[in-house]
């Protein structure tokens, strides 16, 4: 079991930080937190064990490095039976090329971005899934990306309410 901590305001400012800058030093943090190194250090440590960080990664330029086809993919099914949503979302988890998937509400059950290295690839992963009656899936849409005109650089945490406040 996680232990849980109280986000305090130091912790707010070490976590609205290192959500938009993951690769500062503990040095450089703990200056802009404005607490000593080894506070900082024990603070983020304390966040990592308690669970509030996923992971850490850095956002590569896909364009310099590689083909590639950015898409959304929809898909609506024909049960949505709590069953038959693990049974689909675990077969998703298993594709690495969807690399988010979501449930919504209204007319299409679930979204997902896609990085797929063409078309043929984005497709041929689209036939199998259709084709899987395990599935239940009744439609797939897919949206290509053709450009990216705002990326996504991190939740806007200075809008939002957190949890602690009353």
């Not at 901590?5 to 500062?24: G, M, V």
């Not at 509030?52 to 083909?67: G, K, N, P, S, W």
């Not at 497709?123 to 084709?131: A, G």
């Not at 899936?137 to 990216?148: A, D, F, Q, S």
Request: with cysteine; proline share 3%.
């Amino acid at each position: 079991m996680k232990k849980s901590i109280k986000i305090d305001t130091y912790n707010k400012k070490i976590l609205a930080t290192l959500h938009l800058q993951a690769d500062l030093t503990n040095v450089e943090l703990a200056e802009i937190v404005n607490l000593s190194p080894s506070a900082c250090f024990q603070r983020v440590k304390s966040l990592k064990e308690a669970g509030y960080f996923r992971t850490f990664h850095a956002d590569v330029d896909l364009d310099q490095i590689c083909e590639h086809i950015l898409a959304y993919i929809e898909f609506t099914l024909d049960d949505n039976s709590a069953p038959q949503i693990r049974r689909f979302t675990s077969e998703l988890e298993q594709i690495p090329e969807i690399m988010d998937c979501m449930q919504l509400s209204g007319d299409v059950d679930f979204i997902s971005l896609s990085c797929f290295p063409n078309l043929k690839a984005l497709n041929d992963t689209c036939n199998v899934l259709s084709e899987n009656s395990s599935l239940c899936i009744k439609r797939i849409k897919t949206r290509i990306v053709l450009e990216r005109t705002k990326w996504f650089l991190g939740y806007p945490l200075e809008k939002l309410k957190w949890l602690d406040e009353h």
